[in-house]
């Protein structure tokens, strides 16, 4: 398990740490959707048997079948890559696989927040300076179990780097 003395330390030897995709976060989604898509395409089976397939539900019945395969394919595709990664490097912190769109450099940082959301669904949120042309970086538990942490570590090497060194 990592903790802010392994990241740091990783950080002081490597300029950077990576934080891929946790995969028993994304193995447990994965059997949740699985489930949600076989009880789907049960129903959907089921009312096209039964010759009940016209009307809303039925397209409504189609849609959720689609979306949980959608979620499943994403979530397998996040197993097998480990991505979207999180890495925290010398420029700043960056969330995605586009580094233009998904970095905040430290000096465009305006605040690191603590950890919100609903549990087991939190993320932390980096603001940056500029509200209208940068929107806030959101750090998830997909990536780091635990955010409190996380938020502290990151904060201080936000200090470090807001410090003046003469």
């Not at 994304?26 to 395409?41: C, G, H, K």
């Not at 397939?53 to 197993?79: K, M, N, Y």
Request: charged share 15%; glycine share 8%.
């Amino acid at each position: 398990m990592s903790t802010a003395a392994t990241w740091t330390s990783e950080y002081e030897t490597t300029g950077r740490v990576v934080f891929p995709q946790r995969r028993s976060r994304l193995l447990i989604r994965l059997v949740f959707f699985a489930l949600l898509m076989a009880a789907s395409l049960v129903s959907n089976v089921q009312h096209l048997r039964a010759g009940d397939v016209s009307g809303t539900l039925g397209v409504l019945r189609l849609t959720a079948l689609a979306g949980f395969v959608c979620v499943v394919g994403l979530t397998v595709w996040q197993l097998i890559t480990r991505r979207p990664v999180v890495t925290v490097d010398r420029v700043g912190i960056t969330s995605g696989m586009d580094r233009a769109k998904g970095l905040v450099p430290w000096e465009g940082i305006a605040r690191i927040d603590a950890p919100s959301g609903l549990p087991g669904l939190r993320t932390v949120q980096v603001q940056p300076l500029d509200k209208h042309g940068s929107t806030a970086l959101g750090i998830p538990q997909d990536n780091v179990q635990n955010l409190a942490e996380l938020t502290d570590w990151l904060r201080a090497l936000l200090a470090q780097r807001q410090t003046p060194t003469d």
